[in-house]
């Protein structure tokens, strides 16, 4: 593979020829059957970055540098991996802070871990052994955990223990794919976004867990109250956005066209023919079901689409068996207990609430039995 290691610098003088060194002369000799190349991405610091890597260029020919206006962390990173594929053409980029709280010694299980079929692999501070530094004010190491927390918990992807570090290997197919929505994206929230929407799209993630260490040079870049800010407003809209134009969202749409078959075909029988409500409810029903398996299937679910004849019947069946289920004990048995506890003149409202619970797990079941993904 061609191998392209980033780092996105303003001002980091200081930092940035060691971080070179320890790549060229520590890093890199030990790495065999890849081609390894650096990429300093700079944007016009004014403390003389850019001319430091220049001359180092001379040192090394697979040093290479793109300079451009601060705009941010992001439109850095998107500016150096776009350099790095057009004209590097590398297979593989790495993320890597300049001031070596990244620790390079790493680089050789990230690639380990792309060798074994990750997309992407992000570096892990919180752990399997990852840690951020002890010497931290317990305020600074509170927010970090913190909100580190609250990205995986509204996310609700928990397998991935680092949402926020910038320490990463990116495969050139999952920049590509991400890149078109990542331009809005120019600060530190690129990190969040990045990741998010690889995961979103199936893509396989990696870890690799590691030592944070304080930065011995230079000054920290982040604004803390206004990336707070920032995390907390694109992980909630970002959840509300999937919720009713994602998945969930298609899946309630498809549930509620059969909640109305279901609801006709309810009054129809009850009303029209005087049946009694609970069968009335389990005709419609099976109606709805139908209606909500093959909608599913071509529009919900369609990452997971059932084909083949056998396959279509074999999933039907087993659609039916689990919406059964939900229905004759969650959505029916509701009616039931209504009747029977308070009478059936309330009917329609039984017939509500076990719809309503009945949605929470037809949902569960339809994307960890009939449709999960196959890894």
């Known amino acids: 593979m061609n191998i392209t290691v980033i780092t996105a610098t303003y001002n980091e003088k200081g930092n940035i020829e060691r971080l ?3 790549l060229e002369e520590e890093i890199f000799p030990k790495i065999k059957n890849h081609k390894m190349s650096i990429l ?16 180092l260029m001379g040192n090394w020919k697979n040093l290479h540098i793109s300079q451009g206006p601060k705009n941010g962390l992001g439109a850095a990173y998107i500016r150096g991996m776009t350099y790095a594929v057009d004209k590097l053409n590398a297979d593989l980029m790495f993320e890597i802070d300049a001031d070596l709280q990244h620790d390079p010694h790493k680089i050789p299980q990230f690639i380990e871990k792309i060798e074994q079929g990750s997309d992407m692999v992000v570096g892990n501070r919180y752990s399997d052994g990852g840690s951020i530094p002890e010497n931290w004010p317990l305020t600074r190491r509170i927010f970090s955990q913190v909100a580190n927390f609250f990205v995986r918990t509204v996310f609700t992807k928990f397998s991935i223990h680092d949402w926020t570090g910038g320490y990463r290997a990116i495969k050139k ?34 870890e690799v867990p590691f030592n944070f260490t304080d930065r011995t040079m230079g000054d920290s870049k982040i604004a803390p109250f206004s990336y707070i800010m920032d995390v907390v407003s694109y992980v909630i809209i970002s959840r509300i956005k999937e919720l009713l134009f994602g998945k ?10 059969g909640f109305i078959i279901n609801y006709v075909l309810l009054r129809i029988f009850k009303e029209s023919y005087r049946w009694d409500a609970s069968l009335a409810n389990l005709v419609g029903a099976a109606a709805a079901i139908f209606s909500n398996f093959n909608l599913n299937n071509f529009w919900t679910f369609k990452d997971g689409k ?70």
């Open 20 to 22: 070179i060194s320890i």
């Open 40 to 55: 300093v991405v700079d944007d016009n610091s004014p403390d003389g970055t850019g001319e430091v890597v220049k001359r």
């Open 173 to 206: 197919e999952v920049f590509l794919k991400e890149k078109s929505e990542l331009t809005n994206f120019t600060g530190y929230i690129f990190q969040i976004s990045f990741l998010h929407k690889a995961v979103r799209d199936g893509f396989r993630i990696g």
């Open 248 to 257: 969930f969202g298609k899946f309630l749409v498809v549930g509620g066209l």
């Open 306 to 375: 059932i084909t083949g004849v056998t396959s279509y019947f074999l999933k039907l069946v087993q659609f039916y068996l689990t919406s059964a289920f939900g229905v004759i004990f969650i959505q029916t048995g509701a009616i039931l207990l209504g009747d029977k506890l308070i009478g059936d003149k309330y009917y329609i409202e039984y017939f509500v609430i076990g719809t309503m619970l009945l949605l929470i797990w037809n949902f569960a079941i339809y994307s960890l039995v009939i449709w999960k993904k196959k890894t």
